[in-house]
């Protein structure tokens, strides 16, 4: 049976917003390095190539980057470029139809354009790329210990 709510953080979201509990931390759990810059998967094209590309650099330079993350950063530009070209589809033919029934509906374009919104404001959530969620981030110093001063101790 398939999980009930949100979906989980990542343990560096958790870091860069403050909720991340120790108690709660699983001792064998994966651990990813950051990624300091990637290329641009060759299926990519169009509007998601420079959604890719811009938030790539934006993440890799604050260490938001890791391989966990490439997958939700490719759905975000996916997602992104199918808004652009729906915009560009609602610009050319609007956003409502008749039918041949003489009803009036959503377009598909207006669909694609709604449901792609949904995508990039998840996302712009858990990486603080929007205000709201920029103001729930606060950064702790670094741990300038290393594993021999705690030995040590």
Known sequence: MGQAGRPR???AEKIASGTLQKCREVGNALEFRPISSVDVPDYLEGYAVEFFEYYSRLMASVGLLTPADMLELEKASIAYSMMREAYDDLKENGSMQVTRSGYTQKTAAFTVY?????ILSDFSNRY???VVSRERITMSEPDNEDDLDKLQK
């Open 114 to 118: 709604s449901d792609a919104n949904k």
């Open 9 to 11: 953080k990542s343990k």
């Open 128 to 130: 603080g790329l929007n």
